[in-house]
């Protein structure tokens, strides 16, 4: 089509969001944020042309996409299973065992790695499954516990482009999303501040890094 959608779904509920946002301070992932839409905008990328279609069986196995920041992998996310993709086509699957957990959800890459978001609505005590995305194999867990300000429904995972932070958000009205310093192996995960936005937002499926100053 002629425009970018990023449709978020959740729980039968299919909405329609693409936003930009601009990090105030970005030799860290904290402070205010604001609306790209307050500067120029470049209409190079208008046209998009389509290199290759998916299908998948319905909408609940297709809650989120995610993509390796060296552009060989990306991944589509349904509530058990995690397809992964190569430009040669689908690789295979991965089924987390979820363990506390009853869901997946929006996944993220980097570095080879891929970050899948385990869910369960009524606890704080989340975590994010790492895999090889070439093989697929599980690496390690990072654990995090979600802040009380946040909703419990924390849904996805975005990876800045450094690999040094993660960023994540609830699923309720969202004016401010934490991040959490990234670990290179297993264990507990904490978390500096959080992304202020100047514009609350709701319903928010999930975000990915556009740059080190950018998530969309």
């Not at 390690?140 to 924390?154: F, I, K």
């Not at 670990?183 to 740059?211: H, K």
């Amino acid at each position: 089509t002629a425009h970018m959608r990023a449709v978020a779904r959740r729980h039968g509920l299919i909405a329609t969001l693409l936003l930009a946002v601009v990090l105030a301070s970005p030799a860290a992932v904290l402070g205010s944020v604001e609306a790209a839409g307050a500067h120029s905008y470049d209409h190079t990328f208008d046209r998009w042309g389509r290199i290759n279609s998916y299908t998948v069986s319905s909408v609940s196995a297709g809650l989120g996409m995610g993509h390796d920041s060296s552009g060989s992998y990306f991944a589509r996310s349904g509530l058990a299973d995690v397809e992964v993709h190569s430009s040669g086509g689908y690789t295979g699957s991965i089924f987390p065992n979820s363990g506390a957990y009853n869901h997946i959800g929006d996944v993220d890459g980097h570095g080879g790695k891929l970050y899948v978001p385990m869910q369960r609505d009524d606890i704080r005590e989340k975590a994010f499954f790492v895999y090889d995305f070439a093989s697929r194999s599980k690496l390690y867990e990072l654990t995090y516990a979600v802040p009380g300000w946040d909703d419990t429904r924390n849904g996805w995972v975005g990876v800045d482009p450094t690999g040094a932070y993660l960023a994540g958000g609830g699923f309720g009205y969202d004016g401010h999303f934490p991040y959490y310093v990234n670990r290179s192996s297993g264990g507990s995960l904490t978390s500096p501040g959080s992304i202020v936005l100047s514009q609350g937002l709701s319903n928010v499926q999930g975000c990915d890094f556009v740059s080190g100053t950018q998530l969309i």
